[in-house]
């Protein structure tokens, strides 16, 4: 649809589900710019009406696309389809700068959206009296041993949109937890609700920790994670302080990612 303004024409597009559902964004045909709504958007606030320096927009752009937009990647590939059409010099989303080169956040979305995954493992963790800790040093140290790209977070005290964005490319993502009254730490069982309500296109899963007589922290934890179409790996779960025998059961999961990403043709 369009509407003539005299001598300016505004063109319509349903592109629902980023992120609401009946967003629309407008195209003015004369001077090719395109309003999409919160379609584009970035975690930025600048006195800087266009964007001049890319990597720092790059960086909150992806944040905004972690926290808000992920969950939606089936429609995003559709929306970006609609406007492929239009001939687009400016891209001026509600949230952040104007992109006057559109191409950079139209190849980041279409990144982004995409199947493709990265070397790299998610490692969000917490630790009560260091006998997870142990194991996700450990873990992490097998990781990048195989040459394989560890984000480690510890829950405590990190950025949790630093986890959202590491969850954008990321081909395995493992939960470090120590059990507490049976179950999971809050803290953990709180990165597993963040991943499971994000929907990242992560391909395998697995929970490594410790307990002290006892619980269900493996089953609470991938529960958790019921939205994801994820492959879940053999956790590893130490009883106490860890073992000789369980550092090993580390460096075997850390040849089971390996070998999974390996077959997914993404370990140089």
């Known amino acids: 649809q369009t509407l003539s303004l005299g001598d300016k024409t505004l063109q319509f597009i349903y592109i629902p589900w980023v992120h609401w559902p009946e967003t629309l964004g407008t195209y003015l045909q ?15 606030a600048t006195s800087s009406l266009f964007v001049d320096e890319e990597a720092v927009v790059y960086e909150a752009a992806k944040r905004y696309y972690a926290e808000i937009m992920m969950p939606f990647r089936g429609p995003i590939k559709k929306n970006l389809e609609k406007i492929k059409a239009l001939e687009i010099e400016m891209i001026a989303p509600s949230h952040g700068p104007v992109y006057d080169r559109p191409e950079f956040i139209i190849n980041a979305y279409k990144d982004w959206v995409s199947d493709r995954v990265k070397n790299e493992v998610v490692l969000p963790y917490v630790s009560m009296h260091d006998s997870t800790r142990k194991m996700v040093e450990h873990f992490a140290g097998a990781l990048i041993e195989r040459g394989i790209t560890v984000r480690q977070f510890k829950l405590s005290t990190t950025d949790i949109g630093k986890l959202a964005i590491s969850l954008v490319d990321a081909a395995t993502i493992v939960l470090g937890s120590p059990t507490v009254l049976t179950g999971a730490h809050p803290a953990a069982a709180y990165a597993a609700i963040l991943a499971n309500a994000l929907r990242p296109k992560t391909k395998f899963a697995s929970v490594i920790g410790s307990y002290g007589w ?17 492959e879940l790996l053999e956790p590893v779960i130490a009883k106490g302080y860890p073992k000789d025998d369980d550092f090993t059961a580390l460096v075997k999961l850390a040849d089971q990612i390996l070998a999974g990403h390996r077959e997914l043709k993404i370990v140089n």
């Open 30 to 44: 004369e001077d090719k710019i395109f309003f999409p709504c919160d379609f584009f958007g970035s975690h930025l």
């Open 214 to 230: 006892g619980g269900r922290m493996v089953e609470q934890l991938t529960g958790l994670l019921s939205n994801l179409k994820v």
